[in-house]
């Protein structure tokens, strides 16, 4: 994966139940590859995930080499902490809603949205806002998710 010429998957995109699961799959596999160009591992979602699932991002950075999704899922399933399905859709609609939280970041974010889209307001969080940044979709929000 060229991370320099194309953008990893959605946020949004599940492997294993997961949402972020893909998108940090294909930044370790460009990072591996020398072709992470612009995006950065670990990120700070990736950390939340890493840390939701007691996985140091060396460790996953090494599970990824030459591993298929489906294999690099059942690491990732046999490797983490145990969680239920409950509370991973509990963490997935967290991740999916998380937003800045200090007046900084604030200011970062409204700056990259509005250098894409001001007329996005309702681009609150930081997934939909990698999605705006990298051509997707993004419906209007009205409410969190």
């Known amino acids: 994966?060229?991370?320099r010429s194309d953008y990893p998957r959605s946020v949004y995109v599940k492997l294993g139940g997961y949402v972020h699961l893909a998108?940090?799959?294909d930044k370790c596999r460009a990072k591996l590859a020398g072709t992470l160009g612009e995006y950065i591992y670990p990120c700070p979602m990736d950390q939340r995930l890493?840390?939701?699932a007691g996985i140091g991002g060396d460790d996953f950075l090494g599970a990824v080499a030459s591993r298929t999704d489906q294999d690099v899922l059942a690491?990732?399933?046999s490797t983490a902490k145990s969680h239920t399905d409950e509370d991973v859709d509990k963490?997935?609609?967290s991740h999916l809603?998380?937003?800045p939280d200090t007046d900084e970041k604030r200011a970062y974010f409204q700056e990259i949205r509005d250098g894409i889209d001001p007329t996005r307001v309702d681009v609150t969080t930081?997934?939909?806002l990698l999605d705006l940044e990298e051509g997707r979709r993004v419906p209007p929000r009205s409410h969190p998710l």
């Open 91 to 93: 963490w997935n609609v």
């Open 97 to 99: 809603n998380r937003g």
């Open 50 to 52: 890493l840390d939701f």
């Open 23 to 25: 998108r940090m799959t």
């Open 75 to 77: 690491w990732f399933q």
């Open 126 to 128: 930081w997934a939909d």
């Open 1 to 3: 994966m060229d991370l």
